[in-house]
């Protein structure tokens, strides 16, 4: 009897243990630049049309699927280990806050990955690769053929593995086997003006990238009062009785990131270091960390956008060429877009004294693995259209006012991005300190 009743109020222990504990949910939604594709993608793969027009062009933009740590991340990751010895060690006192299936998973945690290929696509990586472009393709049928042809389809990528191997991926969503041959790609050039044109550009590395002062939000919100309770929490719940830095803190939240991602079936066990509080404090300080260096904190770093908006405009414009045009690149260019196109613009710049909670500009929503943007091209019985899908939804742009815009609109509204876009000065150290402009509102 006395077991029994042992044996019931562990359960029960164990019971209320899992209910207060993080919710998986909660989890997949909160994960930043490292949420996987599988919980954004719209599975909705039905045909979009529009009485009297006809989808004829599509030009999107993809960051690289699913990938393996930095080599930066992945030279941290002793540091994890040793962290989860101390805090088994911890658990086995009874201290800390996991359940025993968490402990277990801590318990079996190791990292198994050559350093030679760190940022490498993962396998995660291409199934996103292949389901998005075969979804793409089932939606707008007329832009983007069945069947391969180099004089219709252009396929770029950076000289990056895993946007090269996105490429390659995506393409065996688009089409047969025995094509894969003949598929010709782009040739990835170091630099690259339109699919990474922040890279080697001067003045942007040095005005905002290298700039001490575009993280001074992010450091201000790594010392405020809300993370130094943050960092408590999760000492706290890991049973340890020391206070971890807000360094090996991000990497959980990163490992947590890049482990959920890449495996279908279980969240990492570096999640479990995190409440619903703690979670989304890291991830505001990443978001707010992307918000001064790639989004509406600096005006240069999306202006530079125009490089790959005016492409796309250019190639909409083109009488005969290509019908479809697939780039393959960087979170830094999807998020320089997005803001270059006004989206997903916070009512007031974020800043670090507090969280903002209810802000449009998060990357777990926008800048997932393999987030891409499409516009397509209509040509409609009153002209052509563009519609705009972004996660592979359809999206009203802020200067529209319908989702299918009229290309002429657009055009007068970005006329700057198509015919005031020079690289050279907007990119060169050269002494012009009128182009220094910072929006300071
Ligand atoms: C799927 O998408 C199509 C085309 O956009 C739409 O008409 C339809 O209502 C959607 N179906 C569901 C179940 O949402
Ligand atoms: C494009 O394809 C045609 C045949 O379909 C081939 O003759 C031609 O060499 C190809 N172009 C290039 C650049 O490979
Ligand atoms: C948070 O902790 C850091 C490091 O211990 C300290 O420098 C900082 O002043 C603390 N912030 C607040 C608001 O107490
Ligand atoms: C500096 O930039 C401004 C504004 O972009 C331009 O009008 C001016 O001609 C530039 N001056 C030089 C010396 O390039």
């Known amino acids: 009897m006395q077991i029994l009743l042992t044996v019931i109020v562990l359960a029960l222990i164990n019971y209320i243990d899992s209910v207060s504990s993080i919710k998986t949910s909660f989890i997949r939604q909160h994960l930043g630049s490292r949420t996987p594709y599988r919980f954004r993608a719209n599975k909705n793969d039905s045909r979009i049309k529009y009485p009297g027009c006809k989808d004829i062009k599509i030009w999107m933009v993809i960051r690289h699927g699913t990938r393996l740590p930095s080599q930066k991340d992945l030279n941290a990751v002793s540091s994890l280990l040793e962290l989860k010895y101390e805090v088994l060690w911890q658990q086995e006192y009874g201290k800390g806050q996991l359940t025993n299936e968490q402990f277990n998973r801590l318990q079996e945690w190791r990292v198994n990955i050559d350093p030679d290929q760190d940022s490498y696509l993962t396998l995660e990586g291409q199934d996103e690769m292949i389901l998005l472009a075969e979804r793409m393709q089932k939606r707008f049928p007329s832009a983007i053929k069945q069947k391969y042809s180099n004089k219709t389809f252009l396929f770029r990528y950076t000289a990056t593995q895993r946007a090269q191997q996105s490429a390659r991926y995506f393409t065996n969503g688009l089409f047969e086997k025995k094509d894969a041959q003949d598929i010709i790609f782009a040739?990835?050039?170091?630099?690259?003006?339109?699919?990474?044109?922040?890279?080697?550009?001067?003045?942007w590395l040095s005005q905002v990238k290298r700039n001490p002062e575009t993280y001074k939000e992010t450091r201000l919100f790594g010392l405020s009062r809300q993370m130094n309770k943050t960092l408590e929490s999760v000492s706290y719940r890991l049973g340890l009785s020391r206070v971890l830095r807000l360094e090996t803190v991000e990497l959980m939240y990163k490992f947590c990131g890049y482990e959920t991602s890449w495996d279908k079936h279980h969240i990492s066990p570096w999640c479990y270091a995190f409440d619903e509080d703690s979670m989304q404090m890291l991830e505001y300080y990443h978001d707010l960390k992307a918000y001064w260096l790639d989004g509406y904190?600096?005006?240069?770093?999306?202006?530079?956008?125009?490089?790959?908006?005016?492409?796309?405009?250019?190639?909409?414009?083109?009488?005969?060429?290509?019908?479809?045009?697939?780039?393959?690149?960087?979170?830094?260019?999807?998020?320089?877009?997005?803001?270059h196109m006004k989206l997903y613009q916070p009512s007031s710049p974020l800043r670090g004294d507090a969280i903002v909670k209810d802000r449009p500009w998060k990357l777990s929503e926008i800048d997932s693995f393999a987030a891409n943007l499409a516009f397509?091209?209509?040509?409609?019985?009153?002209?052509?259209?563009?519609?705009?899908?972004?996660?592979?939804?359809?999206?009203?742009?802020?200067?529209?006012?319908?989702?299918?815009?009229?290309?002429?609109?657009?055009?007068?509204?970005?006329?700057?991005?198509?015919?005031?876009?020079?690289?050279?000065?907007?990119?060169?150290?050269?002494?012009?300190?009128?182009?220094?402009?910072?929006?300071?509102?």
């Open 376 to 441: 397509v091209l209509f040509r409609c019985k009153d002209g052509d259209h563009v519609l705009t899908l972004h996660q592979e939804r359809i999206i009203k742009l802020p200067m529209c006012k319908h989702e299918l815009c009229p290309l002429k609109h657009l055009k007068e509204y970005f006329h700057d991005s198509i015919y005031k876009c020079d690289y050279t000065d907007m990119c060169s150290l050269q002494p012009n300190s009128t182009n220094v402009q910072v929006e300071n509102n």
């Open 187 to 203: 040739p990835a050039t170091r630099v690259d003006t339109v699919l990474r044109f922040y890279k080697h550009c001067d003045r």
């Open 297 to 339: 904190g600096h005006e240069l770093s999306y202006r530079q956008a125009c490089m790959s908006i005016k492409n796309m405009f250019e190639f909409f414009d083109k009488r005969d060429g290509y019908q479809s045009i697939f780039m393959f690149s960087h979170s830094g260019t999807i998020l320089k877009v997005l803001t």
